[in-house]
């Protein structure tokens, strides 16, 4: 096998035995299981009439809760992403766990794209299993499904994969706090400088539209989450949105249009910028 | 380089971390199949010169080869072993499984590994352990976990970075006998260690490093020649010992003082200005210079 699936092999292996898989496992099927319970009950909520309320109703209450109940997927996998790469490398440089693998006839490049590589498998799969089990779920509760599902689990995954990046470029040279920190904290400050660029298109304001544009080419997790969260609205959330104008824009938890093909190749772009990033600092880092 | 060169050569191999001289101008040149000794107090420069070699480090300037290539060609590494003295290996594996990590990173044929395992088990007492998670080792058995993994593939050089650091009297006598094995079937080993006992057992050849720089280099009966002597004394103050001074690198220890290097023929002068100076001598006791004896003396001259 060569060195960099060997790296590779080895993440998900640790990640394995450490029971980090488990534990994510268990938390994810009891989310999975009180939403379910709370989606069921939406289906059996009265009118001041004593009815049921109608099919297109509970679609529609439920596909914004859906859309609340994704936003915690996407935290949890974008938190789990940054604390696990942060200490990816620095750790293992700080304990020396590499010095002997590194005297072996193995790349620097090889140990970086294979530990981001074995990440980038757990992270889709978390994100395409834990879909698969909340949309069945979901369907199984209110008969709902959301328009776009493979797209959803596309954007949620990229958006676990850019905090991996990150948090892989700085385990590079900072210890594992430091870098899982700065990687935790620049997802929220995208998100919230996606909520002032919102903002700023309600308002009309230009110069906090470009708080918002600005961020999401620095890091562009909030600009993937616009994605999952147009991959979940069906066509009467959009059009109602698109009704609402300018105003209809101004939330962060929901897109108009989906993101531009512009952005989503800047997002191919980006990844290959943080790798190579990646693979710089390490290579050019004395051990 | 063509295969009879030598195992290791450097030549003004040189490590500045930003003003810190880590490494000034390393030349020396270990033969095959040798056992070498690179000796030195703590932050002399041992580990730096093993990691530079290794191509963990880059040098600052000057040059150097491993078994005939130069120092960071990746085909080389195949041919070369390592313990580091910050050993650790991944607390989720178990002893096999670290041992078939290092033999698919070798690389190995597939074939031969599991003969390739049991060996270096064997060979270092962890065969009863190999299915053991490396978490629930001792420290002393994480070493020689270590030194298994150094010995896949049988390479023609190993590098031991302090390999007994971790390990009982029993354990450093079974690692000598492993460096003489390795020895024996022609594996040159650059052994590091601040041990000089130990270094003294099982080495050929050895350097001493000292801020830095290598004092003093050769074989063991080269750097050995000479005499030390040593006296127990009383009555001796500091005024006195400084006097002594002239007599050669002095290790006071108390009623003990060892002269660390002097000529069997300058004992009645020692032993007469020491009474002369008011002390009482009980015994005086010439001998070979140990590797300490040298390696005190050599840090003497160098600090003067």
């Known amino acids: 096998m060569p060195p960099v699936l060997v790296f590779a092999r080895l993440t998900v292996q640790e990640s394995s035995r450490r029971r980090l898989l488990l534990a994510l496992v268990i938390l994810t099927l009891l989310v999975v299981g009180f939403s379910a319970w709370g989606f069921q009950k939406i289906t059996t909520v009265t009118r001041s009439d004593g009815t049921l309320l109608p099919h297109d109703q509970v679609s529609l209450i439920t596909s914004q809760l859906l859309i609340v109940i994704t936003f915690m997927y996407s935290g949890v996998l974008a938190l789990s992403a940054a604390v696990v790469a942060g200490p990816l490398v620095s750790a293992e440089v700080e304990s020396g766990l590499l010095l002997s693998m590194l005297a072996r006839p193995v790349r620097r490049s090889e140990v970086v794209i294979g530990k981001w590589l074995g990440l980038a498998v757990l992270v889709f799969i978390y994100a395409a299993g834990s879909a698969a089990l909340e949309l069945t779920a979901v369907n199984w509760a209110t008969g709902y499904e959301p328009p776009h599902p493979i797209e959803l689990v596309l954007y949620v995954a990229a958006e676990g994969l850019a905090l991996l990046s990150l948090g892989l470029v700085l385990s590079t040279r900072l210890s594992g706090i430091t870098g899982g920190v700065i990687a935790l904290v620049a997802w929220l400050m995208a998100w919230i400088a996606g909520v002032v660029g919102d903002i700023g298109t309600g308002l009309q304001n230009s110069a906090l539209q470009n708080v918002g544009t600005i961020s999401h080419l620095l890091l562009p997790t909030d600009g993937l989450w616009r994605g999952a969260v147009y991959a979940m609205e069906p066509d009467v959330i959009l059009t109602a949105l698109r009704a609402a104008g300018t105003a209809g824009r101004a939330n962060p938890f929901s897109a108009v249009d989906p993101p531009p093909t512009a952005f989503l190749a800047w997002v191919v772009v980006w990844f290959a910028l943080m790798l190579t990033l990646s693979v710089w600092s390490f290579r050019t880092r004395e051990i | ?304």
């Not at chain 2, 730096?48 to 191509?55: I, R």
């Open chain 2, 1 to 304: 380089m063509a295969a009879a060169a030598p195992a290791i050569h450097t030549v003004d191999l040189t490590k500045r971390f930003g003003g810190t001289v880590a490494l000034s101008g390393l030349s020396m040149t270990v033969p095959r199949g040798e056992i070498f000794g690179f000796l030195g107090p703590n932050g002399a420069g041992k580990t730096t010169s093993v990691k530079l070699l290794l191509g963990l480090l880059k040098p600052t300037s000057g040059e150097a080869w491993l078994l005939g290539e130069p120092i960071g060609d990746l085909g080389t590494r195949r041919r070369i072993g390592y313990l580091p003295e910050l050993f650790r290996y991944q607390g989720w594996l178990d002893a096999r499984e670290v041992l078939a990590l290092h033999c698919e990173l070798a690389p190995l044929p597939r074939s031969i590994w599991k003969e390739e395992i049991a060996a270096a088990l064997d060979t270092v007492g962890l065969s009863e352990r190999a299915d053991d998670r490396v978490s629930t080792f001792s420290k002393g058995m994480q070493q020689r976990l270590g030194l298994a993994a150094a010995l896949v593939g049988k390479p023609e050089l190993v590098f031991l970075d302090e390999p007994t650091s971790a390990l009982d009297p029993v354990g450093r006598h079974d690692v000598r006998e492993i460096i003489r094995g390795l020895a024996a079937r022609g594996t040159a080993v650059f052994l590091n260690s601040h041990l000089l006992s130990e270094v003294e057992q099982v080495c050929d050849r050895v350097a001493v490093v000292d801020h830095g720089r290598v004092i003093a280099s050769g074989t063991m009966d080269e750097l050995l020649s000479g005499t030390a002597v040593k006296v127990r004394v009383s009555g001796l103050d500091d005024s006195a010992l400084t006097k002594l001074a002239a007599f050669g690198p002095l290790d006071d220890e108390g009623e003990h003082l060892t002269f660390t290097k002097l000529d069997i023929e300058r004992v009645p002068e020692l032993v007469s200005t020491i009474v002369a100076l008011g002390g009482r001598v009980y015994e005086v006791a010439p001998r070979h210079q140990t590797l300490e004896d040298r390696f005190l003396q050599l840090l003497h001259e160098e600090e003067r």
